[in-house]
């Protein structure tokens, strides 16, 4: 009975899960606007697409997009967008994960809070 149990709940999990979407947290915060972090909604459903290492460096996408520039990743979202963190949203036209990527450092870039961010970024990664 026990095992019968057990074997209903661990079939019952995943149904919970199911057309949730899966978040990559921020690994760090702002506290210059009421939202203290970007997020990044995307498509893509498989968090593994964002382990590549970014360009030559020897950080991952998810590393970059969410250390280096605050934002956090919602994966499985019915389309790929940029919120700031003052609540602006941005549709994003990449589809994979580096480009995604690219894209969304760029548009960062041109935000006032960003540039200093990307700056940081950039003076980082050219002393490596």
Same mark, same amino acid.
């Given at each position: 009975?026990?095992?019968?149990?057990?074997?209903?709940?661990?079939?019952?999990?995943?149904? #919970?899960?199911?057309?949730?979407?899966?978040?990559?947290?921020?690994? @760090?915060?702002?506290?210059?606007?009421?939202?203290?972090? @970007? %997020?990044?909604?995307?498509?893509?459903?498989?968090?593994?697409?964002?382990?590549?290492?970014?360009?030559?460096?020897?950080?991952? #996408?998810? *590393?970059?997009? @969410?250390?280096?520039? *605050?934002?956090? %990743?919602?994966?499985?979202?019915?389309?790929?967008?940029?919120?700031?963190?003052?609540?602006?949203?941005?549709?994003?036209?990449?589809?994979?994960?580096?480009?995604?990527?690219?894209?969304? %450092?760029? #548009?960062?870039?041109?935000? *006032?809070?960003? &540039?200093?961010?990307?700056?940081?970024? &950039?003076? #980082?990664?050219?002393? &490596?």
């Amino acid at each position: 009975m026990k095992i019968r149990v057990q074997l209903s709940v661990l079939l019952f999990i995943p149904l #919970l899960s199911f057309g949730q979407e899966v978040e990559l947290p921020s690994l @760090r915060f702002s506290n210059n606007f009421s939202k203290p972090n @970007r %997020i990044l909604k995307t498509t893509i459903s498989d968090k593994s697409l964002f382990q590549q290492n970014y360009k030559k460096t020897n950080l991952t #996408l998810d *590393y970059v997009i @969410r250390y280096h520039f *605050y934002t956090s %990743i919602d994966l499985s979202s019915k389309k790929n967008q940029l919120i700031s963190m003052d609540g602006s949203k941005f549709n994003l036209s990449s589809e994979n994960a580096v480009d995604l990527t690219d894209e969304v %450092i760029l #548009l960062v870039s041109r935000m *006032y809070f960003g &540039k200093k961010e990307y700056n940081e970024f &950039k003076e #980082l990664n050219e002393n &490596k």
